[in-house]
């Protein structure tokens, strides 16, 4: 498959917003753009099976949520990382700006689902991601930038610039069925 250069595509933001310093220090065959209405046939699901269980809710469902996510203007940042040779994703990454009351109506940036394919790993793609989400945090007037991370990957942050501080806590929904407990 040809590369699809970003004018043809419908990117989730403007490309503008990647920061060109770290698209510049990436390999020639390998394109950081922000998420694309097409990317579900460019592998978006495949690559971020290296995280968690990924079901795959088929075409439409995924351009649904993609333009949910895009109508949320400046809110969510998906990016991906294109190997040019094959137009297929390699790297995914997103930020999203959650506003708030305090600091002076801050807003603060948290990353999310950063993944590269097992293939690619080693090749500082990852950090490149993580630089790209947090340059566009801050330019998005993010007064911090927050992620969490399993243990085995604090070393990987701690190379991108953070610091280990405080502690995640997590309470999973049970699953329920949709007719006797409808969603808001």
Known sequence: MAFTPDNELELQFPAEY???DVKQQLHPDVHLRPLASTDYWRGHLDVLK???VVTDPGEEAWLDQFRAIKAAANTYYSIVMVDKNTDRIIGVGTVF????FLRGLGNVGHIEDI???ER?????LG????QALTSISENSGCYKTILN???KNIPFY???GYQKKENEMAKYAPEHDNASHPRL
């Open 115 to 117: 993944a590269v394919d």
């Open 149 to 151: 991370c399993s243990d």
């Open 18 to 20: 990647i920061p060109l």
């Open 158 to 160: 701690q190379k991108c």
């Open 120 to 124: 690619q790993q080693g090749k500082k």
């Open 97 to 100: 700006v959650e506003r708030k």
């Open 127 to 130: 950090l490149r991601v993580i």
């Open 50 to 52: 290296v995280l968690t």
